[in-house]
């Protein structure tokens, strides 16, 4: 009989690195359980052969639970966003998870830590390692492995970056800027912990994990900035503390308020690697900073286009603004109309849209913007459509282009206008409540501040065309439905 796979306890499966790192794993088919505060939160996202228990690192009774039967353990949890207290909290959760492991007799921790050398490292890398020290006592062999900064979109030292550089045309560099870092990216860390599942253990080790690249902060942002095509004067500005910088961060950045000062504290600590070991016992040579950059911007527009729009916008919760929330480096609006057909009846006004149907709404101010694209040097609105009736994915419809169709589920089309920025319309349709929800989607991806000032600048009057588009289109719907014995009025959400 085959032997069963070792089962894996996960924990930080809803977090940036763990989230990649429990695809990864469940493409490999390994036996997952996930532990998690709050399970209802992390079951959609996991396939069904993952187990899924509540719990916390920081409930001892509910970590020996989760640990009953597991051969190797990742512990990707950490408490920055905790505030002045989350050292201590780091530390408890720790000692937690460590005397559940093994009491229940595991075979192996990974760990994903941070690197730093020296004396005087920042309180956020001092507790990192700290964590990783008392891991390794716990007397279950340890693989603790040290990264610097993550590329990858959605990281937070990336975003950080991502920050800076779309909103600063202008910005003073601190002396921290030049603090040399070896940044790698978010698949190859993700490589490195996949990895460590196999490697053959008899004691605890520590792992030096980067890029194959050196690079300072100040290199990092150039970089970031070349491949948005961003034009940015960096000063020098030496005066400028990491105390200060991380209170400068926080008005430029609000997202990172809370964090901020770790995160910049820890930046005057250069973050290369030292100890080699890791290329030795891995067949893994990481990319260089320049290629990670770009697939961090590149699978940003996969991704994107692969997950459903109005999750992304749900997910973001309160972070939502008066002009739409954000997600990566792009702007999402999004609302939603209830029709009361199926999907496929409701597809079809939607495919007509554009051309000689028009936009269902406010036509003067389409055809007022494509004379204004046509003055810009683009395409304007005469392009028209290809048929009337049907769309394929790369047809034109006046100023947009087809970019995926699929009957009576969604319709994506992207700009082709001149723009500050790239821009994406999304109607998707849902069966919902003996009918059809219409979720449409406007999405900007701003480059620079005129990109920000146009979305800004132009939100009453694109939230009016756009929500006043959905609105026709859902009527429109209701006319063309044949009746079914219900009554077809709309109903906006």
């Not at 809370?258 to 067949?283: M, S, Y």
């Not at 087809?402 to 089309?413: D, K, Q, Y």
């Not at 001149?418 to 919902?432: D, I, S, V």
Request: charged share 25%; hydrophobic share 45%.
């Amino acid at each position: 009989m085959p032997t069963e796979s070792p089962l894996i306890l996960l924990t930080g499966a809803t977090g940036y690195v763990g989230g990649r790192l429990l695809a990864e794993l469940e493409a490999k088919g390994c036996r997952l359980r996930c532990l998690a505060r709050r399970p209802t939160y992390l079951r959609p996202r996991i396939s069904p052969s993952t187990e899924v228990v509540e719990g916390d690192v920081l409930d001892f009774v509910s970590l020996r639970a989760a640990m009953a039967g597991v051969h190797t353990a990742f512990y990707l949890v950490h408490s920055m966003g905790s505030g002045a207290a989350f050292r201590q909290e780091d530390r408890r959760a720790a000692g937690n998870f460590a005397a559940a492991a093994h009491a229940a007799g595991l075979k192996r921790i990974i760990y994903l830590g941070g690197l730093g050398h020296g004396e005087h490292l920042s309180e956020h890398l001092e507790s990192r390692q700290e964590v990783g020290r008392i891991l390794r006592e716990s007397g279950v062999p340890t693989v603790e492995f040290r990264a610097g900064i993550i590329i990858g979109s959605g990281s937070l030292s990336f975003e950080m970056i991502r920050a800076l550089v779309e909103k600063l045309p202008v910005m003073t560099a601190p002396r921290w800027v030049r603090t040399l870092t070896q940044p790698i990216a978010i698949e190859d860390v993700v490589a490195y912990l996949a990895a460590a599942v196999a490697l053959d253990l008899t004691e605890s080790v520590v792992f030096e994990i980067g890029g194959a690249d050196r690079a300072s902060y100040l290199d990092l942002l150039k970089e970031y900035a070349r491949q948005r095509g961003l034009k940015r004067l960096i000063i020098p500005l030496p005066v400028l503390t990491p105390w200060l910088s991380s209170l400068w961060l926080g008005l430029v950045t609000p997202l990172y308020a809370r964090v901020g000062r770790e995160l910049i504290e820890g930046l005057r600590n250069e973050t290369v690697v030292h100890d080699q070991q890791a290329l030795a016992a891995f067949p893994l040579r990481p990319r260089g900073m320049r290629q990670a950059i770009e697939r961090a911007l590149n699978h940003e527009d996969r991704e994107f286009a692969f997950t459903r729009w109005s999750d992304a916008q749900s997910s973001l919760g309160k972070r939502r603004g008066w002009a739409g929330a954000r997600f990566g480096s792009r702007i999402v609006d999004s609302r939603a109309i209830h029709v009361r057909c199926p999907p496929e009846e409701a597809f079809v006004p939607l495919e007509r849209i554009g051309g000689q149907t028009g936009w269902y709404y406010a036509n003067w101010l389409w055809r007022l913007r494509g004379f204004l694209d046509l003055l810009a040097g683009g395409v304007g609105m005469r392009r028209g459509r290809r048929d009337p009736e049907k769309l394929l994915p790369g047809d034109t419809v006046d100023c947009w282009r087809i970019e995926a169709v699929e009957p009576g589920r969604l319709l994506r089309l992207a700009a082709e206008m001149k723009l500050p920025g790239r821009a994406w319309l999304q109607f998707e349709l849902t069966p919902e409540n003996s009918g059809t929800s219409i979720r449409q989607t406007a999405l900007f991806d701003p480059f620079g501040l005129a990109g920000l000032l146009y979305w800004y600048g132009l939100y009453p009057v694109h939230r009016l065309i756009f929500a006043g588009m959905l609105r026709k289109l859902a009527q429109a719907v209701t006319r063309t439905a044949p009746p079914r014995g219900l009554p077809r009025t709309p109903l906006a959400t």
